[in-house]
């Protein structure tokens, strides 16, 4: 029962597609965090969940982008008839103390390719 | 500005030297600034953080020295080891939203 972890580790998908991603955060953790992360760049944040609630999705690029966490524990992003600026990766973090909900852990990650 | 600079992109440093990364921030309202190591197909991992009221915090051989006047903060390296070679982020935040660094891919020469 280690770290975050996140299934598929890869996906290819041919543009217009729809993809499910999965996140398994750390068992009791209250916060999940989406990020995106271009080749060669930082994470940039995507959505916040703090429970089951989503109280932060900002980040979503466009409405093809859709996250949930229904039961506060395992989360879902779907991204919806991809295109090929979709390529990158997606990682999944979780935070532990709402007072500490910026020391994240990081799950592996999954590299999208969309061709 | 939300924005975090970060530089050098890249840095070869020799086995045993001190390898130094530098960040700078625009928004005041930030009180938290981690660093992150990440290696190849791994998610990044918080090595170290530091609050503004604090100008130096040491972990083993990670510092990070911090200038609040400036709105710097940088990540020294000492004695740094092969397996040290990795890509290392800055990022602040004043809620919890990390605002990130481009990244810094660091390649100790052994």
């Known amino acids: 029962g280690a770290g975050v972890s996140q299934s598929p580790r890869y996906k290819v998908a041919k543009r217009g597609q729809d993809v499910a991603l999965r996140c398994d955060p750390i068992?009791?953790?209250?916060?999940l965090f989406w990020y995106q992360q271009a080749l060669g760049q930082g994470p940039e944040f995507l959505t916040y969940f703090q429970n089951e609630a989503q109280l932060d999705k900002s980040g979503l690029p466009s409405d093809r982008f859709f996250a949930e966490r229904p039961e506060g524990s395992v989360s879902t992003l779907k991204i919806q008839r991809t295109q090929q600026e979709d390529s990158a990766v997606y990682l999944c973090a979780s935070s532990g103390r709402l007072d500490l909900s910026y020391e994240q852990y990081f799950g592996p990650g999954t590299r999208l390719t969309v061709t | 500005q939300q924005q975090v600079k970060q530089s050098p992109q890249s840095l070869i440093v020799q086995k045993g030297g001190i390898s130094i990364i530098n960040c700078a921030y625009e928004n005041t309202a930030f009180d938290y600034f981690p660093w992150y190591q990440q290696f190849p197909g791994k998610g990044p991992a918080l090595l170290i953080a530091?609050?503004?009221d604090v100008s130096e915090k040491k972990e083993g051989r990670f510092t990070i020295s911090f200038n609040k006047s400036a709105k710097q903060f940088s990540l020294h390296i000492m004695d740094s080891q092969p397996g040290d070679s990795a890509t290392y982020f800055c990022a602040a935040t004043g809620n919890y939203q990390l605002i990130w660094g481009a990244g810094t891919k660091l390649i100790i020469k052994p």
């Open positions: 530091i609050r503004p």
């Open positions: 068992s009791g953790h209250v916060s």
